[in-house]
């Protein structure tokens, strides 16, 4: 029989009513049979509640109350949140069908891997899926983060163990309004890697009202330069200057690797200590290690099919 490790979701929500509900049905409808559910809402006067109460039964817990804000309310969460994996979701972002599974067979075959990004996907208002992000630009390291490369650790398509989350200090730090999500990716980077998947969990959608990572942008990215910016205060001297010399053989290297010029393009990985990323071999129906990727196109050559990854066979 298989195991499935319970998974924590938590979802915050202020007025959101316009996108709740698929949201909420975004995790529910995932089906998956070890899921813990949290709703923690603001105090909502937009007929949230409502949507919330539609659903409680499938809810393992949810609060409405005044909080001091966004990070707040995650923190609130977690403190009831009990899974192996956590994560969690706005209630205007939505997850990817059977996303949970793909999650938890990851976690359970690679021992190692205790956070874990899918493929950043983002929403338009209608709710249609864009992939505007892909690979190779959708692989981070703390390299590429200590050196501001950090634009977008998407929070919606993280996932990580809950080992990590207590080791990092088993809370959300909330002097941050807007950028507690990379706050908190500054204290995971510290004890572990970030894993990339070719597999889509998520993501985050535009709307055109009221949209805070819209309208306060500038301030969200100044808040993610302070949190680099921290962080490296707390360095010894040898390393900051390592960093300040990496970020200029980035402006180089990082050229081939963002365009995959072949050969090249291994120079930044190896400079910047990226994993490689989680694929999927459709043939062993298993995640694996590899870089299965499909480039070029297949040749129908001797009445058969074929593609270059097949000659390695």
Known sequence: MRHYPKISIVTVNFNGSKYLEET????????YPNLEYIII??????????IIKK????????????????????????????????????SDDLYAPNAFYGVAQIFEEFSHVKWLM????EYNEQGVM?????????????????????????????????????????????????????????????HEKLYTTIATFAGFRYNSQNQRSIEFRQAYLQECVNVIKNEIKQMPIIKRLGYFFLRGLGLIFGIFFFY??????????????IPRPINYDFTKMKFVHKNLLVKLPPLFLWNRQVHKKMFKK
């Open 24 to 31: 909420i049905l975004s995790v529910l409808n995932q089906n």
């Open 41 to 50: 809402d603001g105090g909502s006067n937009d007929g949230s509640l409502e």
């Open 55 to 90: 659903y409680e039964s499938r809810l393992s817990y949810w609060i409405s109350e005044k909080d001091e804000g966004q990070y707040h309310a995650v923190q609130k969460g977690f403190e009831k949140a009990t899974g192996d994996i956590m994560a969690w979701i706005n």
């Open 118 to 121: 899918g493929i950043p996907r």
């Open 130 to 190: 864009m992939s505007r992000i892909t690979l190779p630009w959708g692989r981070w390291s703390k390299h590429r983060y200590y050196t501001y490369d950090f634009q977008f650790i998407q929070q919606e398509s993280s996932f990580w163990k809950r080992e990590l989350w207590e080791t990092a200090g088993s809370k959300m730090n909330l002097d941050y309004k807007y950028a507690g999500d990379m706050e908190l990716w500054s204290r995971f980077f510290r």
């Open 260 to 273: 995959d010029v072949p050969i090249l393009n291994l120079i930044f990985p190896l400079l910047f200590n």
